[in-house]
């Protein structure tokens, strides 16, 4: 079955140190893949996607993602951590036609400061 | 341009009940997906309209029902209320191809009792 995973549920790490969140997919094919972030009581905000071309992607708030098709990976990362960046963060995919996005369970990153 | 648009964002009913819940999506958008977050299973996708017709369904039983209108407003409608349906109800939009992010509104929080 087509999925996501995020195997780390809790995250922390101390403010400024460097963060990667883990993601795997299981897909036929290459999915389009994003990663989100929540914080609490808010919706979704995309901070990157992946589509096809460079592997390595930027995203907002100093974030980027590689691709690795090899170990169908899509990890987040950060090189320093600040304290807003305690959140929920999601890693999700698409793929055939529409707009159905699979979500990862999720990571919750706290920072202590 | 204003953001996607939840109403209400709080909401609580009883047993039995039904309730609709509503979705503005960013002008030009087309497409209005509709999600379903829960600290037991995650985030579950629940239906995509594009253009006022149903393009993609989740795992979800026929109480669950949406539908768009030609502004592209959508609305969700939950038949004979569970306490297992408590939860909070996430509208995306889109322009409409799964090469564009999808931009998520603040949801709509409900409870069930």
């Known amino acids: 079955a087509q999925s996501v995973t995020q195997p780390d549920i809790h995250i922390t790490v101390s403010e400024g140190a460097s963060l990667e969140l883990r993601c795997n997919y299981s897909?036929?094919?290459?999915?389009?893949l994003f990663w989100y972030v929540q914080s609490p009581g808010q919706g979704l905000q995309l901070l990157l996607k992946y589509f096809s071309g460079d592997t390595l992607v930027q995203g907002i708030k100093g974030f980027e993602a590689e691709f690795k098709r090899s170990q169908s990976s899509f990890n987040l990362r950060k090189p320093s951590v600040h304290w807003s960046d305690a959140a929920e963060y999601f890693c999700a995919a698409i793929t055939g036609g529409g707009n159905k996005l699979t979500f990862g369970t999720g990571t919750q990153l706290k920072v202590e400061l | 341009k204003a953001g996607v648009t939840q109403t209400p964002r709080y909401l609580i009913k009883t047993r039995g009940q039904q309730v609709t819940l509503s979705c503005s999506p960013i002008?030009?958008?087309?497409?209005v997906s509709w999600y379903q977050q829960t600290p037991g299973q995650g985030l579950q996708f629940l239906f995509e309209?594009?253009?006022?017709?149903?393009?993609n369904k989740g795992n979800f039983p026929g109480r669950f029902s949406g539908r768009q209108f030609s502004n592209s407003r959508s609305e969700m409608n939950v038949s004979t209320l569970e306490l297992g349906d408590s939860a909070l109800y996430l509208c995306?939009?889109?322009?409409?191809?799964?090469?564009?992010?999808?931009?998520f509104g603040p949801g709509t929080r409900l409870t069930v009792t």
């Open positions: 309209y594009f253009s006022e017709t149903q393009r």
């Open positions: 002008s030009g958008h087309r497409s």
């Open positions: 897909y036929g094919a290459t999915p389009y």
């Open positions: 995306a939009s889109s322009p409409g191809q799964p090469d564009y992010e999808q931009y």
